[in-house]
């Protein structure tokens, strides 16, 4: 069996699992606001076949993918600089110490000023707390190297370009990418807070519009589209990575 034949029913049994309990739920609770899984799922299905769905979810999906994109382009290099580099990370490593345990999400109204209700904020917001994990992770996994691995490096001759490309780049990137999976959660976390007011499209404007109309249906209609996208996000992250190092599987065999 191959490994993306494996992948799918492993995704298929955990599917069943989490309908068997839902569906369990559902009849404990006898609630309206619980509709069984069979009812939600259909509506899901009916509403992947309609032109609106599509453009909360595309919406959603770009503001996501997006602001993961920018922020391991800028986090991750950076935490290249700071674990390599004992200059630069005694510059800048008080800034990120005192900055990183302060909540970004209440950023998000000073965003939305600077920035106005559109993408910009939304993305913007993802970006800065998505930023932070990747740049912390990339540089402690630089700093974990051994130095005699730069000092083999050294040793034929090599210079900084040398130890940063062939040394200190290979070691940052899984961290990098393990950081940016793990982040997926976050992100569309984030996301949805972000899309649960000052906007009229994406996936968490449906949910809660839907909360409010009590529409509990069309509810888990979103729930669920939002829960394909975040596991679209970590499979696109996860393809990356094996891309990225395809020298680490080759090293297993």
């Known amino acids: 069996m191959s490994g993306l034949a494996r992948k799918a029913l492993s995704y298929g049994l955990v599917v069943l699992v989490l309908g068997l309990l839902w569906q369990v739920l559902s009849a404990s609770l006898g609630s309206a606001v619980l509709p069984p899984p069979l009812e939600a799922g259909g509506a899901f299905i009916r509403a992947l076949g309609t032109a609106e769905f599509w453009g909360h979810f595309w919406a959603s999906f770009m503001r996501a993918g997006l602001g993961m994109l920018l922020a391991f382009a800028l986090a991750f290099p950076l935490g290249l600089v700071m674990g390599g580099s004992r200059r630069a990370d005694a510059l800048l490593g008080p800034f990120v110490l005192l900055t990183y345990p302060v909540p970004k999400?209440?950023?998000?109204?000073?965003?939305?000023?600077?920035?106005?209700?559109?993408?910009?904020?939304?993305?913007?917001?993802?970006?800065?707390?998505?930023?932070?994990?990747?740049?912390?992770?990339?540089?402690?996994?630089?700093?974990?190297?051994?130095?005699?691995?730069?000092?083999?490096?050294?040793?034929?001759?090599?210079?900084?370009?040398?130890?940063?490309?062939?040394?200190?780049?290979?070691?940052?990137?899984?961290?990098?990418?393990?950081?940016?999976?793990?982040?997926?959660?976050?992100?569309?976390?984030?996301?949805?807070?972000?899309?649960?007011?000052?906007?009229?499209?994406?996936?968490?404007?449906?949910?809660?519009?839907?909360?409010?109309?009590m529409d509990y249906v069309a509810m888990f209609t979103g729930i669920l589209g939002m829960s394909v996208m975040g596991a679209a996000l970590y499979e696109a992250a996860d393809l990356l990575e094996r891309r990225a190092c395809a020298w680490m599987r080759a090293g297993r065999r």
């Open 105 to 213: 999400i209440v950023l998000l109204p000073v965003l939305l000023v600077l920035l106005g209700l559109g993408d910009a904020a939304k993305i913007a917001i993802i970006v800065l707390i998505l930023g932070y994990q990747v740049l912390v992770t990339t540089r402690d996994g630089v700093r974990s190297v051994h130095p005699k691995y730069v000092d083999s490096v050294r040793s034929l001759g090599g210079g900084r370009l040398d130890i940063l490309l062939e040394v200190l780049l290979p070691a940052a990137l899984p961290h990098g990418f393990t950081a940016l999976r793990l982040g997926t959660g976050v992100s569309v976390a984030v996301l949805f807070f972000v899309e649960s007011f000052a906007t009229t499209s994406g996936l968490g404007y449906c949910i809660m519009d839907a909360w409010g109309r």
